[in-house]
C-alpha cells in the first residue's frame, strides 16, 4: 500500500488543521493506520491511531482533546484533524499503516510498516 500525506502548512496559534492520508494499492480496510510526528532533534512520536476493522482509537495525551483521527472507507482515506494548535505541535506529521495490530501495538512505530512521506506542521505564536 502507497500513502500520500498532505494538509500540512504554516498557522497560528489556536488555528486548525487538518491532515490527510490518502492510500492507494490496497483497500485500507484490514489496516491500522497511526500518525505520528518528529520535530527537529527529536524522535518520531506517536499522535493518534485508528484500527479501521473496528474501529478502536488512541491518541498520545498531549494531543487529547484536541486532535481526532477520522476515516472515509469510501475514499481509503484518514483525517487527521487538529484543533487548538499549540507552538509544540510543529513538526513533520507522517502517516502509517500497519496490518493485524493488537492495541498495545498501535502506538508504536515499530508495528508500521508502510509509511508516507511526511507533510510539515508549523505553528507560530
Known amino acids: 500500500v502507497q500513502l500520500q500525506a498532505s494538509g500540512g502548512g504554516s498557522v497560528q496559534v489556536g488555528d486548525s488543521l487538518r491532515l490527510t492520508c490518502a492510500a492507494s494499492?490496497?483497500?485500507?480496510?484490514?489496516?491500522?493506520v497511526g500518525w505520528f510526528r518528529q520535530s527537529p532533534g527529536q524522535g518520531r512520536e506517536f499522535v493518534a491511531g485508528?484500527?479501521?476493522?473496528?474501529?478502536?482509537?488512541q491518541y498520545a495525551d498531549s494531543v487529547k482533546g484536541r486532535f481526532s483521527i477520522s476515516r472515509d472507507t469510501s475514499r481509503n482515506t484518514v483525517y487527521l484533524t487538529m484543533n487548538s494548535l499549540k507552538p509544540e505541535d510543529t513538526a513533520v506529521y507522517y502517516c502509517?499503516?500497519?496490518?493485524?495490530?493488537?492495541?498495545?501495538?498501535?502506538?508504536?512505530?515499530?508495528?508500521?510498516?508502510?509509511w508516507g512521506q511526511g507533510t510539515l506542521v508549523t505553528v507560530s505564536s
Open positions: 502509517a499503516a500497519g496490518q493485524r495490530l493488537i492495541v498495545s501495538s498501535i502506538s508504536s512505530s515499530r508495528a508500521y510498516n508502510y
Open positions: 494499492g490496497r483497500t485500507f480496510t484490514g489496516y491500522t
Open positions: 485508528i484500527r479501521l476493522r473496528d474501529g478502536i482509537i
